[in-house]
């Protein structure tokens, strides 16, 4: 084997570096990456050598060797090359898995897990004196996140999430690690590019989360570097985990070395909106949206309330600054709440505002949302979210226009037009009582069904590119297209987070784009996985598929985009017998690993490596429910 010298930190971690290795790049490298693993009882690494392979087995010729009967002679090839991780599984037996799917050649992030046989190796970024300094891969976190987020909405706790950023154009040795160093354990850190990191909190209020994001701000990093930071809480800014990162990223451009920390909206409160992003709102629109814009534009004219019912992601919010953009109250002010948000004891009092004493904290008279856009148009964002009481003052508000503070009888009358937004299906809410029916049918005067970007993969293409030109000017990168092979990535992906994920996605990818054009490996894991999503080989009972988009969803979207057409005289119904099958399939995985899980969704979506959301609606769309006791 390949001579090593192995050097064992405070933590009893044996690492070793390659010979060979210059002694100056051991000492100056900003993020050493190496190969950790645990094996008898200890955790083990090995650093990679830039565009040096490391060919990892059971015994010679292999250079690093892990004595586990799993692992072949010669199993997997690691390589460093222009910052990047690269595996090669070397036609080994048992395989090389990632994300629960076997691989021949991967790119693997820092934080990220492989598994080699039985052997689970982390790729992980080491301080100067050979301690790891505890990345995730931004999948995991990711995930992370989405599970923190239906514990949050369960037990009414909060968590924040940071964007850290080197400020200046500096190689910032070591910034990372000052990162590290303001963190608790229970912290998670992922890298963002070279220059930039996701901070994730759990359990952490407002006051403390800014805490934390003034003392990395005050690290010293030397010369003209500085640490910007992003600061988000939930839920005031957001209700997903792809809008609460993109809330994090944009307040981090927002910071600056004078303003070093920046903060996140506030949902809790009312906000005016400020123009949307026109391509999305209607300049880059496909076949299925376009008569959908034309419906929209004849609605804004009157008065009457409309419903926005679609998927997270799918551009509710713009559509209704298009509906107001086009009616006449163009001119007055158009304000934002988000009902699932705010606090249940405070909704009546954002949207309608209190007087002074009118309950504990109330120091003041302060106007509601509905005060503030009257003459202009309230968007309700979430209304299914909205509790009794307050269905029952926004009933009265929209039958009589008129409405009474929190704490006053006296009555107000405003003239305020009502877009309301959901993605969940509130006929049926009604049906069950779990939203007034009365309400329901005064606000669905004209509902307007938003199809999800899956539905809508003439717009992929385009609205990539116009990303695309946004996040090289708002990251001063010079990207300049996309390659087809990249782009053929984009198009299979089921895109369960619609508009807004593929923003987030080109946005990442131009961050971490070394060349002027986004290739595949600029994309994440869960978009190169869709190409190979009708793959039958797994991890065996590996539980869990990395696709969040469901595996009807992706088989059916791989079916159509690669079977040759059906012979014109086939009935239409050849097909179904087949997807039947795949439904079945799906339907017994899901139950199976529920059942696995006792039932909690967030565990099964968690052995699933999908959302908990989209775990909910396949169950949903399958039928799979937990047997009555």
Known sequence: MQSSEPVRDDAGTTWTLEAGVPSALQ????????????????????????????????????ALW???????????????????????????????FLDGRRVSRARIAVG?????????????????????????????????????LTRARHFRRPFALLHVRIGAAATAEGWIKLVRACLQP??????????????????????????????IAASSIGGDARLLVGCIVYPDAGSSANELFAAAREAARRASPERPVAHGPSAAAATVLAGEDPAVGGLIAGQRMRALLEAVKRVA???????????????KEVLARMIHESGPRKGMRMVRVNCGAIPKDLVESTLFGHERGAFTGALQ????????????????????????????????????????????????????????????????MAASGAFREDLFYRLSGVVVDIPPLRERRDEIEPLARHFLRAAGEA???????????????????????????????????????????IEPEDLPPRVRAAERAAEPERVPNAGRASEPGGLSTLLDSRSRSSAPPAPEEAPAEAGRPARGKVQQYEAKLLHDTLEAAGWSRAEAARRLGMPVRTLSYRMKVLGVKRPSC
Do not use: C
């Open 365 to 428: 008279q302060q106007k509601g949302v509905f005060e503030e856009a009257d003459g202009g148009t309230v968007f309700l964002d979430e209304i299914g979210e909205l509790p009794p009481a307050a269905q029952a003052a926004l009933l009265r508000v929209l039958e009589v226009g008129a409405f009474s503070r929190v704490g006053s009888s006296r009555e107000i009358e405003v003239d305020v037009r009502v877009v309301a937004a959901t993605h969940r299906d509130l006929e049926a």
């Open 475 to 517: 990251n001063g990168r010079d990207v300049d297209g996309v390659a087809p092979e990249a782009l053929a990535l984009l198009g299979a992906y089921a895109w369960p987070g619609n508009v807004r994920e593929l923003r987030n996605v080109i946005e990442r990818a131009v961050v971490v784009a070394r060349g002027a054009i």
């Open 301 to 315: 004219a009157s008065r009457i309330p409309v419903v926005l019912h679609g998927e997270t992601g799918t551009g």
């Open 186 to 215: 229970v912290h998670r850190v992922a890298l963002y590019g070279t220059g930039a990191a996701q901070v994730f909190l759990p359990e952490t209020g407002a006051e403390e989360a800014n805490r934390i994001a003034q003392a």
């Open 66 to 96: 892990i004595d586990d009967r799993t692992l072949s002679r010669e199993h997997a090839r690691f390589v460093l090359s222009g910052g990047r991780v690269w595996v090669d599984d070397l036609g080994s037996k048992n395989g090389t």
């Open 112 to 148: 990220d897990e492989i598994v080699l046989g039985n052997v689970a190796l982390r790729v992980q970024a080491l301080g100067a004196g050979g301690e790891s300094l505890d990345l995730e891969g931004e999948e995991r976190l990711l995930r992370r996140v989405e599970d923190e």
């Open 27 to 62: 000492q100056s490298a900003a993020l050493r990456i190496a190969l950790m693993w645990r094996h008898a009882g200890k955790i083990e690494t090995r650093l990679l050598s830039p565009d040096t392979p490391l060919v990892v087995g059971r015994s010679a010729p292999a």
